[in-house]
């Protein structure tokens, strides 16, 4: 199973970014999939998960800012990012929980995608 970010970058506080991740491989069902982040120093903490049946849960700090969606069809998970803050600045991971071949239940990471916010 292997999980792909992309859509991190560059962008100014107030402005909009959108993360996407796609999850491929030997996957029979898809379970939650969501989003984490770590900035330099710190731990890795939740952004927004997104369960099967499309219940959302976010942390305080981006909750009306953020809006976390899948596409169970293409086994993706997105982040839209609406009026960031210095403060979001981290390298974003993705992760999802999966039944694979066999119905071998695994959560599994992507590979992180940086995100800056700075004027």
């Known amino acids: 199973v292997q999980l792909q970010a992309s859509g991190g970058g560059l962008v100014q506080p107030g402005g909009s970014l959108r993360l996407s991740c796609a999850a491929s491989?030997?996957?029979?069902?898809?379970?939650?999939m969501g989003w984490y982040r770590q900035a330099p120093g710190k731990q890795r903490e939740l952004v927004a998960t997104?369960?099967?049946?499309?219940?959302?849960n976010y942390a305080d700090s981006v909750k009306g800012r953020f809006t976390i969606s899948r596409d169970s069809a293409k086994k993706s998970v997105y982040l839209q990012m609406s009026s960031p803050k210095p403060e979001d600045t981290a390298v974003y991971y993705c992760n999802a929980d999966v039944f694979t071949s066999g119905w071998r239940q695994g959560v599994y990471w992507g590979q992180g995608t940086q995100v800056t916010v700075s004027s």
């Open positions: 997104v369960s099967n049946g499309g219940s959302t």
């Open positions: 491989g030997s996957i029979i069902r898809v379970n939650y």
